[in-house]
């Protein structure tokens, strides 16, 4: 936006300067006045054009360093936000896997109990029919 408006200046002022030399250099000549004279003063328009132009070229300087620095700020927000968020990130990948590894233990345990409760019931079932055996044997005998 500032280029933009620094290279319009810049064309007005040469358009401005481009079109008052032609009618100096004609009021001059018209006037008399000698070749040195004429010489000093397109000199001098020629002198005032490139201030005008250094002075534009100056202001797009400073609009492209200030550019430069919104961008530096901008790139350092954007670095401190993304070692936030990998950060953050990194927790909670921590904190999910220690969830993952504890919901795992619980299911391996739960899993073992169930087995373990089977085995239980199977040999007290089991048991039970042997010693019935063992009296209905003693029984017989």
């Known amino acids: 936006m500032i280029r933009l408006a620094a290279l319009a200046l810049f064309l007005s002022a040469s358009a401005v300067f481009a079109a008052e030399a032609a009618p100096v250099a004609d009021s001059l000549s018209a006037a008399g006045q000698g070749p040195v004279d004429v010489m000093q003063q397109e000199l001098a328009l020629r002198d005032s054009v490139m201030q ?3 002075n534009a070229c100056s202001m797009e300087k400073d609009s492209l360093r200030a550019a ?6 901008k790139s350092e927000n954007w670095e401190k936000s ?9 927790v909670c ?11 795992e233990q619980k299911n391996e ?8 409760a ?3 019931s199977g040999s007290s079932f089991l048991g039970g029919v042997g010693i019935g055996l063992l009296i209905m044997w003693l029984i017989m005998k």
């Open 109 to 116: 345990k739960a899993k073992e109990d169930r087995q373990q």
């Open 52 to 54: 005008a132009q250094g």
């Open 118 to 120: 089977a085995m239980m």
């Open 93 to 103: 990948a921590q904190a999910l896997g220690i969830s993952i590894g504890v919901n």
């Open 68 to 73: 430069i620095e919104v961008e530096k700020a």
């Open 82 to 90: 993304y070692n936030t968020l990998k950060k953050d990130n990194e």
